[in-house]
Nanobody, 125 residues
Framework: QVQLVESGGGLVQAGGSLRLSCATSGRAFNTYAMGWFRQTPGKERDFVAAISWSTGSTFYADSVKARFTISKDNAKNTVYLQMNALKPEDTAVYYC??????????????????WGQGTQVTVSS
C-alpha cells in the first residue's frame, strides 16, 4: 500500500510563504492524481489543489488561485505546494492525498484512497 508523509508546515505571519512537501512510498495500483486538501475543526476537508501525475495538469480552488502552486517531482515521488501571500484564513491542517481512479470530482476528498497524517499551517494576523 501507499504511504504519504507531509512536511513543511509551521507558523508564519500574514503575507509569508511556506512550501509543503508530500513524500510517497509503497506502491499504488495507479497514481491518477495527487492533491492537497485542508481541514479545520468541525468542518469538511476542503479542496486546495491537485495535479495529474501523468500530464502535470493542475487544478486550484478559487480561494488559493494565484497564490498557491502545486508541483511534482516524478523521480522523487513527491508533490509540493508552494504557498505565497498567506492569509489567516489559510490556517488549517493540510493533507496530501492520492487517488487511483477518477470516479468522482477531484474537488471532493471522496475518491482519494490514501492520505498523509497532515501538517499544521498557522498564519497569524
Amino acid at each position: 500500500q501507499v504511504q504519504l508523509v507531509e512536511s513543511g508546515g509551521g507558523l508564519v505571519q500574514a503575507g509569508g510563504s511556506l512550501r509543503l512537501s508530500c513524500a510517497t512510498s509503497g506502491r499504488a495500483f495507479n497514481t491518477y492524481a495527487m492533491g492537497w486538501f485542508r481541514q479545520t475543526p468541525g468542518k469538511e476537508r476542503d479542496f486546495v489543489a491537485a495535479i495529474s501525475w501523468s500530464t502535470g495538469s493542475t487544478f486550484y480552488a478559487d480561494s488559493v488561485k494565484a497564490r498557491f502552486t502545486i508541483s511534482k517531482d516524478n523521480a522523487k515521488n513527491t508533490v509540493y505546494l508552494q504557498m505565497n501571500a498567506l492569509k489567516p484564513e489559510d490556517t488549517a491542517v493540510y493533507y496530501c492525498g492520492l487517488r487511483e481512479d477518477m470516479v468522482s470530482s477531484i474537488m471532493r476528498p471522496t475518491g482519494f484512497q490514501y492520505w498523509g497524517q497532515g501538517t499544521q499551517v498557522t498564519v497569524s494576523s
